[in-house]
């Protein structure tokens, strides 16, 4: 089977590479339970959105600044 | 049920939805209860907890110290929940106290709180992790609230919600009370 060339400014999407991740997500990623991901919020050491309905996500983009950074 | 929320039973559709949720939500009503009874077990023993690190720091420090994300060392004194303890260094004049966390992912701690005076300390610790908690139960009755309108789309499931939500609660009661046993102080190591 052939496969697409991918180009330079079209790196190529694995699952990994979302956006955002749910709290559960973010607590398996970092290997801590649940209460440790809503400790990091509550001190503001990770920053949260709220999608859709008001349920909280964890930017990719955060979890990489708390994991270069500690 | 709590008849303050609700006297009347569940209908079947409820219900269903119901245990939808309890088991959709399984992990989180496993590890809630048990995080809130680690709180509550904290705020009651401030004074024991205080008292057991005070001791610990008067005497000769035993095992290797651990190293923390600024550079110093500390000395384990009480353990306080599964991946964060209370410790103690030697400084000018004193001793310094440091409640810190475990993170295993990098395999080191990480200051959540210090200060001279054990009793803030665990005091500051404990409010942070109440209020914690307190955004844990808000985004859970966000995500079920999603969860049911999702599957139950254009019905009205505010009272499985409640109901999940008191179980929630009820659940932490049940594990709280059993706690109140006196001798309850195995998580206490000096």
């Known amino acids: 089977m052939e496969t697409i060339p991918q180009t330079d400014s079209q790196p190529a999407a694995t699952p990994t590479e979302r956006l955002a991740y749910s709290i559960q997500e973010a607590a398996d990623l970092l290997g801590v339970n649940y209460f440790s991901v809503y400790r990091l919020i509550q001190r503001g050491k990770l920053k949260v959105c709220r999608a859709l309905r008001g349920k909280l996500l964890v930017p990719r983009a955060e979890l990489l600044k708390l994991l270069q950074t500690q | ?190």
Request: with cysteine; glycine share 4%; net charge negative.
């Open chain 2, 1 to 190: 049920m709590n008849s303050r929320l609700d006297s009347r039973r569940l209908t079947t559709l409820e219900e269903q939805a119901y245990t939808e949720v309890k088991e959709h939500f399984a992990e989180h009503l496993k590890q809630f209860p048990a995080s809130r009874m680690t709180v509550e077990r904290l705020e009651r023993d401030i004074a024991k907890i205080a008292l057991a690190a005070d001791m610990a720091a008067s005497q000769t420090p035993q095992g290797n110290p651990i190293p923390t994300n600024d550079g110093t060392r500390w000395h384990r004194s009480v353990d306080l929940t599964d991946n964060t303890c209370l410790c103690h260094r030697p400084v000018t004049g004193g001793v310094e106290y440091a409640a810190l966390e475990y993170f295993p992912d990098r395999g080191r701690h990480e200051i959540w709180n210090r200060g001279g005076n054990v009793v803030e300390v665990l005091k500051v610790f404990t409010q942070e992790q109440r209020q914690a908690l307190q955004v844990w139960m808000e985004d859970l009755a966000v995500q079920v609230g999603e969860f049911l309108e999702e599957k139950y789309p254009r019905q009205n499931m505010s009272r499985a919600a409640s109901s999940f939500m008191h179980h929630l609660t009820h659940a932490i009661s049940q594990q709280s009370a059993q706690t109140l046993d006196p001798n309850h102080s195995r998580s206490i190591r000096i």
